[in-house]
């Protein structure tokens, strides 16, 4: 098991971001999607880039960045739907 795996799985907010990351979103899509604030989305995906859990497509963008899950990210989602 990944180190990161409880992490995610702790929080509701940061598996669903992960789930829903598939193909690439902005913080406000995600907010959309998952009906939450944007800022509870945004304070999430933090958490997540700074894990190396997913990855900013748009970096260079000051609004507007697109972020998708990596390969990391994907192992960790698959070890949470074996638990549940």
């Known amino acids: 098991m990944l ?3 409880p992490f ?3 929080s509701k907010i940061r598996s669903e971001i992960l789930k829903s990351l598939e193909k690439a979103k902005t913080p406000t899509q995600l ?5 939450l604030h944007r800022s ?4 999430a995906i933090l958490e ?7 990855r900013c497509l748009s970096p ?8 998708q899950i990596n390969k990391k ?3 960790i989602l698959e ?6």
């Open 8 to 10: 995610v799985n702790r």
């Open 60 to 67: 260079a963008e000051k609004r507007g960045r697109f972020y």
């Open 73 to 75: 990210g994907k192992e």
């Open 79 to 84: 070890e949470i739907e074996s638990l549940n």
């Open 40 to 43: 509870a989305i945004s304070r």
């Open 3 to 5: 180190k990161e795996t």
């Open 48 to 54: 997540l880039e700074e894990k190396d859990i997913i």
């Open 31 to 35: 907010s959309k999607i998952l009906n």
